[in-house]
């Protein structure tokens, strides 16, 4: 898969809850952990935070790691602005999804119609929390620790192949937020991101769901 491409297919995650720590890994506790992470997302009408991303693509060589800030507001508007790459955006301004790679694709911008649920949302934490039981097996797989705080990570198998990855696993903190995710994609690629300094309820500038192709670009629709 292409530095374009695993960009482009950016998509995923969700908020969460605290398990029991110490009891068995059944799938009744992955189910509860989900119902409280769907409250908790359906309690936050927006969400900003702070986020880390590696690629591992066995046949590409080396990770490729970048950063930056995301922004979501439900049901069908969301943001990565990146630091690393700088200039590098993806953005659903809840009709189009742009991405916009410079760093990648230089002269160009993707634009794709997208619906506002479902696997194909961009939507990177509603993939996950929109009625989850209903499009993946769960299971509870440790309790474990990021950054210093306790999570449960749960691992989310899809029931269908139009989903693009073979398997999630979700690290969900006491507050019911993301904090890490790891996912294993149809190439055997793996992506996992880290969320950091995440603001439920953020008061999110409107222009970060906008997105105007800068003179010159060429917008290439798949």
């Known amino acids: 898969m292409t530095t374009r491409a695993a960009r482009w ?12 720590i110490g009891t068995p890994a059944t799938a ?19 969400l900003a935070a702070r986020f880390e991303q590696t690629i591992v693509n066995p046949m590409l ?3 490729e790691h970048s950063s930056g800030s995301l922004f979501l507001e439900r049901p069908a508007r969301f943001a990565m602005r990146f630091d690393e790459p700088v200039g590098d955006r993806i953005v659903a301004d809840g009709e189009w999804l742009w991405a916009y790679t410079p760093s990648a694709a230089p002269g160009q911008v993707f634009r794709q119609s997208v619906p506002s649920s479902g696997p194909a949302t961009p939507n ?3 993939q996950f929390v929109d009625r989850p039981l209903e499009r993946y097996t769960a299971e509870w797989v440790r309790a ?3 950054d210093g705080a306790p999570v449960d990570v749960v691992r989310l ?8 990855f073979r398997s999630a696993e979700l690290a969900l903190d006491g507050a019911g937020l993301l ?13 996992e991101m880290r969320f950091f300094a995440i603001r439920p309820g953020a008061d999110i500038p409107t222009a970060e769901f906008q ?11 798949p």
């Not at 009744?28 to 927006?46: C, G, I, K, M, V």
């Not at 198998?157 to 693009?164: C, F, I, L, N, Y």
């Not at 997105?211 to 629709?221: A, C, D, E, K």
């Open 144 to 146: 474990d620790t990021v």
């Open 211 to 221: 997105f105007t192709p800068p003179p010159g670009v060429r917008i290439v629709t």
């Open 179 to 191: 904090r890490w995710l790891m996912l294993v994609e149809g190439s055997r690629q793996r992506r």
């Open 9 to 20: 297919t950016v998509a995923v995650a969700l908020l969460g809850a605290l398990g029991t």
């Open 124 to 126: 990177l934490f509603g």
């Open 157 to 164: 198998t899809p029931r269908t192949a139009s989903v693009p």
């Open 28 to 46: 009744q506790d992955a189910a509860a952990a989900l119902a409280r992470a769907e409250r908790a997302y359906r309690a936050a009408p927006t």
């Open 61 to 63: 060589g080396g990770p």
